[in-house]
């Protein structure tokens, strides 16, 4: 069994009466015990709603909409107060995308050790300082940082230091899932490097799954097994990483890696992606992709084309992976 298992997620967010923005449409996604994914995607396309919906982090005005997300053969969409607690005690756990407005500025370090301790800690269970700085400073080597840092302040702290800080929190329970959703977009490339190496030699020693979110191409493919291609609130392509790199199948996906520079590339070509991604608070009328896809169909502008396999994955596009429905009837090109 797969440890999550999700179909049909609809995140909606309703900041005002009347107004509804679809942030994510139609998710389903299946994550292996162990499985270290990537999830890409330009900015605004719903990776953190995503990510919030997975660990049950969605706030107001952020709604899940319709969706079961079975996590380890229990749908955790509906649990509430301590049936939640329970599922994220060695559940799962979420490295926000900033590590700082993650932290709380007031609080020294070990203050949120305890605090995360505490909050889960099972009937009657004690933790008393010395027990937290003990574990504190177990969980603070894991990250490759030193016991002293438990007692500084988020603002002593370099944003590499405060990032590694995050994820020996989120490690605290023993979670079998973690999201870490943008761990190193604020940090330079050397300590970004270091930051991911870090993430990879932790999943591989502690088997937990994971899901790296990012909109940098390049970090995900090198860091994980598997992506998974996000486009205007869609998973649109799920290919294992090798496979993603030289076969593309998506057009956004071919799009994105032409984006991304290979440093080991004897000639490096940039391009960009023209148009923009569609506004979320408007229905989509067919494949939200059509105004900027070069491939575009007739049957792209009315019918939202579903996931179908293809390769060793999956991709949402007419022309490239026709569904079995859809390609008996043939597929028009436009003149
Ligand atoms: N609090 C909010 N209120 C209203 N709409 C929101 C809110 N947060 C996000 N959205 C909408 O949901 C969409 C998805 O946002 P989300 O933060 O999940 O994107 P993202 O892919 O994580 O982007 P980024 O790469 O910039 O972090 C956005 O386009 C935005 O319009
Ligand atoms: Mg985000």
């Known amino acids: 069994m797969a ?3 999700v179909e049909g997620v609809n995140v909606v967010y309703e900041p005002t009466r009347g107004q509804r923005i679809w942030s994510v449409r139609d998710v389903d996604l299946v994550l292996e015990q162990g499985e270290f994914v990537g999830l890409v995607g330009e900015s605004g396309c719903g990776k953190s709603t995503l990510g919030f919906a997975l660990t049950r982090m969605l706030r107001p005005p952020a709604r899940l909409e319709k969706g079961v997300i079975r996590f380890d053969g229990v749908d955790v969409s509906t649990l509430k107060g301590e049936e939640l607690r329970r599922q994220r005690r060695n559940g799962f756990a979420i490295v926000l995308q900033s590590g700082m407005n993650a932290l709380n500025p007031v609080r020294n370090v070990e203050h949120h050790f ?5 909050a889960h800690a099972h009937g009657g269970e004690h933790y008393p300082g010395a027990t937290v700085r003990r574990r504190g400073a177990e969980l603070l080597d894991k990250v490759g940082l030193d016991a002293s840092v438990l007692s500084r302040f988020p603002h002593e702290l370099s944003g590499g230091m405060r990032q590694r800080v995050s994820i020996a929190l989120a490690l605290a329970l023993e979670p079998r899932m973690i999201i870490f959703d943008e761990p190193t977009t604020a940090l330079d490339v050397i300590v970004q490097k270091a930051v991911i ?5 932790l ?4 088997g937990f799954s994971a899901i790296l979110i990012s909109h940098d191409l ?5 860091a994980t ?4 291609v996000m486009y205007a609130g869609r998973v649109v392509e799920d290919q294992p990483s090798k496979d993603l790199v ?6 956004y996906t071919e799009a994105l890696l032409r984006c991304y520079a290979d440093p080991r590339a004897d000639e490096i070509h940039l391009g960009g992606i023209p148009g923009t991604p569609p506004d979320l ?10 105004p900027r896809c070069p491939l575009v169909q007739d049957i792209c502008r009315t019918l939202d084309p579903p996931m179908s396999p293809l390769g060793h994955g999956s991709a949402a596009c007419h022309v490239r992976a026709p569904s079995a429905a859809v390609a008996e009837e043939g597929v028009n090109p436009v003149h």
């Not at 390049?218 to 090198?222: A, D």
């Open 114 to 118: 305890g605090d995360i301790l505490k």
């Open 225 to 228: 097994d598997r992506v998974m």
């Open 246 to 251: 030289s076969g593309p199948h998506h057009p």
């Open 197 to 201: 190496q870090t993430i990879k030699d």
């Open 281 to 290: 608070s408007l229905p989509q009328a067919g494949c939200s992709f059509t």
């Open 203 to 206: 999943q591989r020693e502690n």
């Open 3 to 5: 440890l999550l298992e």
């Open 218 to 222: 390049g970090v995900v493919l090198e």
